[in-house]
């Protein structure tokens, strides 16, 4: 169940409820009874791998796949056998 940040803007107390999201939201302050809102942050979202971040740029990897590609090509060439 997913945790949210309410805060009251009466008393400016804030405080953390663990609800369904189906649930209503918290309208009453429990320490004034004043209106609270909702505080939303940042998301917890990981991105793990290659291709998520700018340091991940395409130009770098055409340089990586054009020399591994000239690597194999030349792998084979030198592989053959030479016709009888």
């Known amino acids: 169940m997913p945790t949210y940040t309410y805060q009251c803007g009466a008393c400016t107390h804030r405080f953390d409820a663990v609800q369904s999201i189906h649930d209503d939201a918290l309208d009453a302050c429990p320490e004034c009874a004043g209106t609270l809102r909702k505080v939303f942050g940042s998301v917890g979202v990981t991105f793990k791998g290659s291709g ?18 000239g690597k194999s090509s030349a792998t084979a060439s030198s592989s053959a056998k030479p016709s009888s």
């Open 52 to 69: 998520f971040y700018r340091t991940d740029s395409r130009a770098s990897a055409r340089k990586a796949s054009s020399s591994s590609a």
